[in-house]
């Protein structure tokens, strides 16, 4: 079975700050991870996905994610944070060598507060 | 707008009264999955499909709940005799499959409240 934790409930950064947001999953094979945004009475929004390849993923809107496979983890990170960055933010993952690949199974998510 | 539509955007029913959702996707996307979230929680799969196969059922898909997807274009969700823990948001995804590696682009959902 394929799990995501998502550690902290929420995270408050000041404007200009530097911001990571945590993710750790676990998965039988090899897994496909992706960082979504959801921001109130919208639908989520895709920001970047790792699959193989350079640990470091660039995706939308200036974020970052790291892919660590001794530690299970594909943390998102923001050099310099945005108040307009301020949102839900959902890891996920895929197995592709479980059953039920095309499913994501996604974290519980983590509120980005950032404070102008 | 060439995103993921869903409709309606808010439905209020009645426990026991039948709902219907539509979901129209991404017009060259051929896999369609919808999701349910609650408040708090992510999003949990619920069910997909490849054109109009119907592939992957999870066990939140109960027998009042079924899905279609008619000629390999919308889908339909539609919950019978409707309960309290059915509310939530219902989620529409839809994604290309030429490779594996393709995201899911999401609908803004439907939120269903049964009173």
């Known amino acids: 079975a394929q799990s995501v934790a998502q550690p902290e409930d929420q995270v408050k950064v000041a404007e200009g700050n530097p911001l990571t947001v945590k993710c750790t999953y676990s998965?039988?094979?090899?897994?496909?991870l992706f960082w979504y945004v959801q921001y109130p009475n919208r639908g989520l929004q895709f920001l970047l996905k790792?699959?193989?390849?350079?640990?470091l993923v660039k995706g939308s809107y200036g974020f970052e994610a790291e892919f660590n496979k001794s530690q299970t983890s594909f943390h998102l990170k923001k050099p310099s944070a945005l108040v307009s960055d301020s949102a839900l933010y959902f890891c996920?993952?895929?197995?592709?060598?479980?059953?039920?690949?095309?499913?994501?199974?996604f974290g519980k998510g983590t509120k980005l507060s950032v404070i102008p | 707008d060439t995103g993921v539509s869903q409709n309606p955007r808010h439905k209020i029913t009645k426990r026991g009264q039948n709902v219907t959702f539509r979901c129209d996707p991404i017009?060259?996307?051929?896999?369609l999955y919808w999701y349910r979230q609650t408040l708090g929680q992510g999003p949990e799969f619920l069910t997909y499909f490849q054109n109009e196969a119907q592939l992957e059922k999870s066990r939140l898909l109960s027998d009042r709940f079924s899905a279609e997807r008619p000629k390999g274009s919308f889908s339909t969700l539609e919950i019978q005799r409707t309960e309290q823990g059915d509310s939530a948001m219902y989620l529409c995804a839809s994604s290309f499959s030429a490779t594996k590696n393709t995201e899911a682009f999401f609908g803004q959902g439907t939120r269903l409240t049964v009173v």
């Open positions: 998965v039988s094979g090899n897994p496909y």
């Open positions: 017009s060259e996307h051929n896999r």
């Open positions: 996920a993952v895929r197995d592709l060598a479980g059953a039920g690949s095309y499913q994501l199974t």
């Open positions: 790792y699959i193989t390849g350079d640990n």
